[in-house]
């Protein structure tokens, strides 16, 4: 009811009474144009996110009348052919009907193979999600540091596995502009980054298979995915490359490395034509969406943490503001991997 | 009361119940040591300082007897060249009567002159401080950009203003390891921080003249003092010695800026011998603090935002870290400034 209530506010539509109406009687379908509008807010709404300046253009296609296997594949390429629009991507949200899920927690996601030494070949990040792949039948990839997974697709209570074709996983190959070496590490990321593993809250409703896109910031690749010491770690190898003395960290060559790896990816992504944020122009961005909000009367939310850059942050207009962190609906909230609430009897914090 | 079982739980020292009597009669005055113990327990509460682990090293001078303006100054150039220790910073806090108040919120200041045009010589975040001094009778300095301010110290409700002999106020001038044009900046900052207007909180006591210092850590003064916009905002002037292409901030010419900045800071204090502290350094200690807390079975707080670094952060063990913020005594605490509070019947806030 609140939603009908923000939604016929914002939107200007009328008939809020008659919506209001069938709401009371217990038949409240959400209609496309609803449910867009609700996406949208869910976006301006997700305090972890940096981006939500152009929420308004999030694209949605309304397919909750699709929950089959083959269908939700079917529509899962589309989606990410069509948002990455030839690397002009279109940031869009792909809504399935009841009883759908996605087990990987992005669409395009690194294969992380354990070793029997204990280390991790590929992204350790994703070495459950391998495991959990696995179990469920899969033979396993041709072995690089970047296979990239099949979708494990639920619907109905079973679980299927897809490949993704090579052309829907479309990725970038990470040069330097002026340092070879670094192109010679053999480095690479796809170009969409797909969440699929949060729920769509709307209206009451939870829509638990909505993969949403929108373009990467250049520090979640270069800054956490490839340089975590937990995730790629190749600031030594970039180091390396760079002919670095690492011998001691007082020499900052870890934040020279970083700083080149950076450099190198948004250099790679522009060159590919692959649209990529970088952090001083997205928290530009940021104070603008704050300053348009505010122009709405509407209060924004945010987490500090999140917000601010794993790079050079105090030199971007975020490090001295504050944020009220409190979460509103319409929003996003966080799924128990499948893998855990699979084990019925086993905590899933404790397994 | 629970300073008092603090201190001689950590301590062991005999004794307790004594002057558990003597607090309940209402006469207790802290010991020396007892007091020395209080400083240094601030020190650990501390949610804000990521430099912790040395906290049983603090030197406390006590000098609660001092309460005039002379005797104080004095002893203030004796804390300024003892701290110091050509070079070999040892913490240390001076600890004075009733009544003494210092205006300066820290030892060692440069002045901030407001110019015709709104912009300000000098260091911008002291304007305010300059301005009340010039009030107080200050002819004001040689003006550079790095006049050191003189000392205004209340006493007895009177306050009168004191200069800084050059060699208390030691200074670093900042040149770069590889590329001189920075040095031909005239960069300098000084050697000491000594914060005094916070008030240490000990056992129901404030204590509102408790200067104190440690070290810097680099960043400090490349990544926020010299560099934000609203300080000495020397990036542009880096990156023009480096011979940066400044066009666009998507190439990072700020963050190879501040890069460079950060090196020649920590090349200069490593060449003119003065302690200082480097971000990748200080969070091992501060893991390392907390390990040692949580073996002494202390909860250890902290402020995230403060503890993590302006510079590559997430390269650090604190990124991936919570903390409890909550703030427990003896600690210290923030005062209002002088000028604010020195005009009755002006709202502080809103003069
Ligand atoms: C258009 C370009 C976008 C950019 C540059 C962007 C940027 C970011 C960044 C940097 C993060 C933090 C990621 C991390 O540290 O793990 C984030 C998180 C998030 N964003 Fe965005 N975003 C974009 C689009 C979107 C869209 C289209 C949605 C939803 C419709 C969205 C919703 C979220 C949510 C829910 C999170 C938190 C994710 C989590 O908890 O793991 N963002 N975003
Ligand atoms: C020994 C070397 C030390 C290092 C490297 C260090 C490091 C730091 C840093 C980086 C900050 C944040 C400053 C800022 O962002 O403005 C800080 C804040 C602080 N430190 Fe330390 N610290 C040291 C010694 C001390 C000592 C001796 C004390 C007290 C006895 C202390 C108490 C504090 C307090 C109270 C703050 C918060 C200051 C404020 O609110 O402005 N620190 N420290």
Redesign the pocket.
Same mark, same amino acid.
């Given at each position: 009811l609140d939603f009908l209530n923000l939604y016929h506010t914002e939107t200007g539509r009328p008939g809020l009474r008659q919506r209001q109406a069938e709401a009371y009687r217990g038949h409240l379908t959400l209609s496309t144009d609803e449910l867009t509008f609700g996406?949208?807010v869910?976006?301006r709404n997700?305090t972890?996110?940096?981006?939500?300046l152009?929420?308004q253009t999030?694209r949605v296609n309304d397919l909750r009348h699709v929950t089959d296997h083959d269908g939700v594949f079917a529509h899962l390429l589309a989606h990410l052919r069509g948002a990455l629009n030839g690397g002009r991507?279109l940031?869009?949200?792909s809504v399935f009907g009841p009883g759908v899920r996605i087990h990987n927690d992005q669409l395009i996601r690194y294969a992380g193979y354990r070793q029997p030494d204990g280390s991790v070949l590929g992204d350790p990040q994703n070495a459950d999600l391998t495991d959990h792949l696995r179990h469920l039948g899969w033979a396993g990839g041709p072995g690089t540091r970047f296979d990239v997974l099949p979708l494990a697709i639920e619907a109905g209570g079973q679980v299927r596995l897809f490949d993704l074709p090579a052309d829907a996983a479309h990725e970038v190959r990470i040069t330097h502009p002026t340092c070879p070496a670094v192109g010679e590490l053999g480095l690479r990321w796809h170009a969409l980054p797909v969440?699929s593993n949060?729920t769509l809250e709307v209206a009451g409703e939870s829509f638990h298979a909505a993969p =949403?896109?929108?373009?990467?910031?250049q520090?979640?690749i270069a800054a956490?995915n490839l340089s975590d010491e937990g995730r790629y770690d190749q600031l030594p190898a970039v180091a390396a490359a760079l002919g670095l003395d690492t011998t001691s960290r007082r020499s900052l060559w870890v934040d020279r490395a970083l700083l080149e790896l950076n450099v190198a990816v948004l250099h790679s992504f522009d060159q590919a034509g692959v649209r990529i944020?970088d952090h001083h122009a997205?928290t530009r961005q940021f104070r603008h969406f704050e300053a348009l909000e505010a122009r709405a009367g509407r209060p924004v939310q945010g987490r500090w943490s999140?917000l601010v850059?794993p790079m050079a942050p105090a030199t971007t207009p975020l490090w001295d503001r504050q944020y009220d962190d409190r979460e509103v609906r319409p929003n =996003?909230t966080?799924q128990l991997p499948a893998w855990r609430a699979a084990r019925p009897g086993v905590c899933p914090f404790h397994p």
């Open positions: 996406a949208r869910a976006w997700s972890r996110c940096v981006g939500r152009p929420w999030l991507i940031p869009t949200m969440i949060l =949403f896109n929108g373009w990467y910031l520090t979640e956490r944020a997205v999140w850059p =996003f966080t």
